[in-house]
């Protein structure tokens, strides 16, 4: 079983549009991060969060963390298409643990 | 802000013959670097654990003899694929993170590997 669920799988939006995707775990986090992926490519960093009910904005992004460190989710305000791509988040378990385990990714496209 | 960078960004090889992949922390020290591999479409398989100046640490299921990595230095780690035959064609993509446990995680770029 999957520890670490994300949802939708794909997610196909309007651009302008608002969206959510959401990660869910298993067990509570001790660090849940955010990543984005471009088909091929590296990931790059959004966001980390570690506190529960912790919230982090950064441009058009915002991700939150329930107070039981269980679920997070990545909300997108006005989607551009520069917003398309791979979302993937990771998570660690205990503190100290440096390597993440990743939820299945959520492609996301933006259509114009 | 840190970079980790990999090399090849992509390569062909015939079966049977071995590839090496290096990721390099690129103005940070790394002792512990994370390699993964991701098939088409899907998610990152975390498949080890390389830590500098010892044995890398393996996930259940990966083959350590098909899959040599070393950690040589505090910047670099390489991940040779051994013998390699079609089937172990992925995408590979390490990471490290700056100072200890926690802060940020850095990825590379990636390395595509065809084996023909």
């Known amino acids: 079983s999957q520890e670490l669920e994300q949802s939708p799988q794909s997610l196909i939006v309007q651009e302008g549009k608002n969206l959510t995707i959401n990660c869910t775990s298993s067990?509570?986090?001790?660090?849940l991060y955010w990543y984005k992926q471009k088909y091929g490519e590296g990931l790059i960093f959004l966001m980390m969060?570690?506190?529960?009910?912790e919230e982090k904005s950064h441009e058009k992004i915002t991700a939150k963390l329930d107070e039981k460190k269980q679920q997070s989710s990545l909300h997108i305000t006005a989607s551009q298409p520069s917003h398309a791509g791979i979302y993937l988040c990771?998570?660690?378990?205990?503190?100290?643990?440096?390597?993440?385990?990743f939820g299945q990714g959520t492609r996301l496209t933006i259509n114009p | 802000g840190a970079v980790v960078s990999q090399h090849p960004s992509w390569v062909i090889c015939k079966s049977g013959t071995s590839v090496k992949i290096e990721c390099r922390s690129l103005?940070?020290?790394?002792?512990?670097m994370f390699w993964y591999r991701q098939f088409p479409k899907q998610s990152l398989m975390l498949m080890a654990t390389?830590?500098?100046?010892?044995?890398?640490?393996?996930e259940q299921g990966v083959e350590k003899d098909k899959f040599l990595i070393n950690h040589a230095s505090l910047t670099l780690s390489t991940l040779t694929v051994t013998s390699a035959h079609p089937e172990d064609s992925s995408f590979y993509i390490c990471?490290?993170?700056?100072?200890?446990?926690?802060?940020?995680?850095?990825f590379g770029e990636g390395s595509r590997l065809t084996v023909l």
């Open positions: 990471s490290a993170r700056e100072g200890q446990n926690t802060g940020e995680l850095f």
């Open positions: 067990k509570t986090l001790y660090g």
């Open positions: 969060l570690q506190k529960g009910g």
């Open positions: 990771g998570a660690g378990w205990t503190q100290g643990a440096q390597k993440l385990v």
């Open positions: 103005d940070f020290q790394a002792t512990t």
């Open positions: 390389s830590n500098e100046g010892s044995k890398a640490t393996y």
